[in-house]
C-alpha cells in the first residue's frame, strides 16, 4: 500500500517535471500582426507554442476595442459624443479623454484632444492639395480649444462646448497598453508590441535585450540609431509619417494648434515614458513645442524621456535618456 503510494507521488511528480520541462521548450519567439488604426500592429513575444496565438489574440481584441470606440468613423463612440455634442462616456472613453485634457492643461496646449475641424480642414491624408486659406484656418481654431470641455454634472461624461474630438495622437499609445497589459495578464513578460512607432518593451529576446531602431527622419528608410530600452514605452512621432506636400512645401499631420498650421518644433520626437498613452501624448507635443520648451516639459514630467532630432538634423535629449535608451552595440 504504502509503496504504491510512494510510486504514485513518484510518478505525478515526474509528469509534472515533464510537462514543465516541455512546456519551457516550448517557449518560442513569436510574432503576430494585425493591421489596425491606418497602421500594422505587431507583437513579438517569448510564449509558449500553443497558448501564442490565442494570447496575441487577446492583446489585438483590447486595442481593436481602442481603435473601434476611439477612431474617428462612424458610429464610433467618439463619433457619437461629437456628434451631440455631449454625453455620457465609457470607462476607456472617460480615461483617454481625461487623461488628453490632463496633457493638453500640462502641455499649455500645445497637445490638444479639439482639433478635429482643424485636422478636417487640413485633410494631411487626402494626399497633394492646396493648404487651406489663412482665414478659413482662422475660423477653424474658432472651433477648437481643449478649455471648452467641462465633464457632465453627474461627472460621468462630457460636454464638449462647441468643440469637436481628435483623439489620434493618444488612442494609439493607450491601445499599445492595453495590449501589454493583456500580454501581461496571460503570463507573458518578454515581448515588444509596436504599433506603427509606439511601442512597448517588456523584458528580453530570449536573454538579450530588445533592440529598436530610430529612423533618420529626412532618409526614413534608413536608421540611425538603434538602441535598448529599459522596460516601458518608447513612442516616436515624426513629419515624415504623414504629410502631404504641394509646390516643394511639405504639411506634416501634427498641428500646431497656437498656429492652425503644420508644426514645426522638430523633424522626429521620440519619448521614452512608464505607459505609451502618457508617451504617445508628449511626443505630440514636443512635436509642436520644438526642443527648448520640449524638454522643460519631458523634464516637469520625470521619469519622461526625450530625444528630438530638429528641422536642421541636430540632435537634442534629455539628461536621463542615454539611461533609459542605451545604444545598443550594432
Ligand atoms: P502618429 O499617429 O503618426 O503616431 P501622433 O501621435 O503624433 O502621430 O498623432 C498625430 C495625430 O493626432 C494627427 O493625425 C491628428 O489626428 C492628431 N493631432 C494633430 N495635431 C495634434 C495636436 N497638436 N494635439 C493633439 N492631437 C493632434
Ligand atoms: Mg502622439
Known sequence: MRRRLVFAILLVSFAGAALYFLSQANRQLRRETRFMMGTQMTVTMVAPALDAERIAREAFAKAEMVDREMGRRPGSELTVLNDEGKGTTGPHLSKVIEAALKWASGSEGAFDPTLAA??????????????????????????????????????????????KLDLGAIAKGYAVDLAAESLKNDGVSDFLIDAGGDLYISGTKKGKPWKVGLADPREPGLLIMTFNPKEGAVVTSGDYERYFEWEGVRYGHVLDPETGRPAKGAASVTVWAKNAADADALATALMVLGPEKGLELVAKHAPAEALMIDREGKIHKSPGFDAVMPRSAE
Open 118 to 163: 482643424l485636422i478636417d480642414l487640413w485633410a494631411v491624408e487626402k494626399g497633394p492639395h492646396p493648404p487651406p486659406a489663412q482665414k478659413e484656418i482662422e475660423e477653424t481654431l474658432k472651433l477648437t480649444g481643449y478649455e471648452k470641455v467641462s465633464r457632465t454634472p453627474d461627472g460621468k461624461g462630457f460636454v464638449l462646448g462647441g468643440v
